[in-house]
């Protein structure tokens, strides 16, 4: 069973910055698209931006240009840097990832725990 495990998060001031990280741990899988979402308070879960395991990325309009995917595939982990916070960028970032599992011979989907950014000062 593949897990999601986020790190990275917390308290920054405005136009701070942080990197958030998120590996993915299993026996035998691989991974295809890897992706950062965010909830903030009272609001929906939206994605932020996507990586493909080729390294193509898409990012939502609100996220161009202050936010970076990247990803290590050799260490199975999704980077979301971003620079210039504010304190609307203040919610839970997820990390969501799916692929093919060698060990139950299906594909796999799932999400991580989350992890708090909140921008303030």
């Known amino acids: 069973q593949v897990q999601l495990v986020e790190s990275g998060g917390g308290l920054v001031q405005p136009g701070g910055s942080l990197r958030l990280s998120c590996t993915a741990s299993g026996r035998s899988f691989s991974i295809n698209d890897m992706g950062w979402y965010r909830q903030a308070p009272g609001k929906q879960r939206e994605l932020v931006a996507v990586?493909?395991?080729?390294?193509?990325?898409n990012y939502v309009d609100s996220a161009k240009g202050r936010f970076t995917i990247s990803r290590d595939n050799a260490k199975k982990t999704v980077y979301l840097q971003i620079t210039s916070l504010k304190p609307e960028d203040t919610a839970v970032y997820y990390c969501?990832?799916?692929?093919?599992?060698?060990?139950?011979?299906?594909?796999?989907?799932?999400w991580g725990q989350g992890t708090q950014v909140t921008v303030s000062s």
């Open positions: 990586i493909t395991s080729g390294g193509s990325t």
């Open positions: 969501n990832a799916d692929g093919y599992d060698f060990v139950l011979l299906r594909r796999w989907a799932c």
